[in-house]
């Protein structure tokens, strides 16, 4: 299984960015996907995760209300909309995969993910 993200890049505070996570090696529409992410300095953090089929998602709090996970099934990847960028958004932004067939579950615990991306940065200017 192998996961491409990306999508990172610069911008300034209040911007907006998307990045992308193709998935291959597995049958995506069984698989469970979530966005991490890592600042300098500080432990890895869970950003969104989304279930299987699309229907439940589930962000932190910090970014409740500006980022939006999706997914295209058809495509293998799933996406993280961020608006709204804030400098304390600075880090480097992975995408990990875990088999799944809940209609519902979404998964926020890092260590439930048997796949990880090799991460992409994201830099928030001020």
């Known amino acids: 299984v192998q996961l491409q993200a990306s999508g990172g890049g610069l911008v300034q505070a209040g911007g907006s960015l998307r990045l992308s996570c193709e998935v291959s090696g597995r049958t995506f529409s069984s698989t469970a996907m979530g966005w991490f992410r890592q600042a300098p300095g500080k432990e890895r953090e869970f950003v969104a995760a989304?279930?299987?089929?699309?229907?439940?998602?589930g962000y932190a709090d910090s970014v409740n209300g500006r980022f939006t996970i999706s997914r295209d099934n058809a495509k293998s990847t799933v996406y993280l909309q961020m608006n709204s960028l804030k400098p304390e958004d600075t880090a480097v932004y992975y995408c990990a995969a875990r088999e799944s067939y809940s209609e519902t579950y979404y998964y926020t615990d890092g260590r439930r993910y048997a796949y990880w991306g090799q991460g992409t940065l994201v830099t928030v200017s001020s």
């Open positions: 989304i279930n299987a089929s699309g229907r439940s998602t």
